[in-house]
């Protein structure tokens, strides 16, 4: 195992930047996902980091060793693609063994190796098969596999659940966090799914357009948003955002106006703020409920309603203001056109300045 550490790493196509200074720190055996829309770099980085891209300014360190002029199959990674790459003419064990038949290990090695992966990832009835007999899920079980017989000092994982189906998706998500518990390795994980980075990292590290927005644990990042993009990013359905005007400050927080005219006050510190200057107030669905004296009331008209069994979102429309969810436990009973009022605690109020940044 390793840690992994990028330090000021660029890359520059035809003299276009495209990631731009990025610091990241990775511990031995911990479980980091770069997360962010299409584009923003995230893949660039964990190609830069296995070796098949090269680094355009900075460094990358593994286990301590600067590794940028290292060739890919000595840097003791083992990555899994996102498309599976196994052989379609070689068996499951096969497809296992490939790799350590190429580095020259020993038959009896190799044997132990896969059929120990195998138990792991319940492959033992398959080595026979030929990818073309698997299913999805099966498929990407043998790529991951092929990466465990390494041995490797760290994983890397490039979006390798886009391929399969809801149902399979969440299994498979399952299988590779217990893999983590078991194995303890470090593992690096690109995925653009906010649910994956959620439920799978230690540690979550927010891309957009080459740069790094927040890094974080997945509650950090969630209950403490930076910027309005991580806020509106992280968390499904996404945080609600209103704009709001400072219309008063005192010395225990500042009042907003909403474009509705409704004015609501924060206990917050208002450092550096002034009257009239626009922010952005935001709050997360599953954050609203019954309206109280001490919560920020919101009014509107339901548009929509889904029901979900477990959970319900209704979509309001306020008046000059926008459209907002709310998230309800269990089944709701209100239909299109119903006028409904809501609170969210002061406390679970975000609130953002003009640039994007949370107010401090």
């Not at 190796?113 to 899920?137: F, K, T, Y």
């Not at 809501?342 to 406390?347: P, T």
Request: glycine fraction near 10%; aromatic fraction near 6%.
């Amino acid at each position: 195992m390793a840690e992994v550490k990028l330090v000021g790493v660029k890359k520059s196509f035809d003299r276009e930047e495209v990631v731009h200074g990025v610091d990241i720190a990775i511990n031995d055996g911990e479980f980091a996902v770069f997360v962010g829309p299409s584009g923003c770099g995230k893949s660039t980085l964990l190609r830069m980091i296995a070796g098949l891209e090269d680094v355009s300014a900075g460094e990358i360190l593994i286990g301590g060793e600067i590794v940028n002029d290292v060739p890919p199959a000595q840097r003791g990674i083992a990555m899994v693609f996102q498309s599976y790459a196994l052989y379609p003419h070689m068996s499951v064990y096969k497809n296992m063994a490939f790799g350590l038949s190429i580095a020259r290990v020993g038959r009896a090695e190799i044997d132990r190796r896969v059929r120990q992966a195998a138990e792991i990832l319940q492959l033992q009835d398959l080595l026979h098969r030929r990818p073309a007999q698997l299913s999805g899920g099966q498929r990407q079980r043998v790529a991951i596999g092929r990466a465990i017989v390494r041995d490797p000092r760290v994983f890397l994982f490039d979006e390798p659940l886009s391929n399969l189906d809801a149902a399979l998706r969440v299994n498979t998500r399952l299988e590779i966090a217990k893999l983590h518990q078991d194995l303890k390795n470090t593992v690096v994980y690109v995925t653009h799914d906010q649910v994956e980075a959620m439920t799978l990292a230690d540690k979550i590290v927010v891309m957009n357009e080459g740069r790094v927005e927040q890094i974080g644990s997945p509650l950090d990042l969630y209950n403490r948003p930076a910027n309005l993009f991580v806020a509106g990013f992280i968390g499904s359905p996404k945080m609600n955002i209103l704009a709001a005007t400072v219309t008063s400050i005192d010395g225990t927080g500042f009042a907003v106006t909403f474009a509705d005219g409704n004015s609501f006050t924060l206990n917050k510190p208002a450092d550096g703020l002034q009257v009239g200057e626009a922010l952005s107030i935001g709050f997360r669905p599953e954050h609203m409920g019954a309206s109280n004296t001490d919560a920020l009331p919101i009014s509107g008209t339901v548009e929509m309603v889904e029901q979900l069994g477990d959970v319900s979102y209704l979509y309001l429309d306020l008046p000059q203001t926008g459209r907002i969810t709310v998230a309800q436990q269990g089944t709701s009973e209100a239909s299109p056109g119903a006028q409904l009022t809501f609170g969210v605690a002061a406390e679970r109020i975000h609130a953002f300045k003009a640039d994007g940044n949370v107010l401090a």
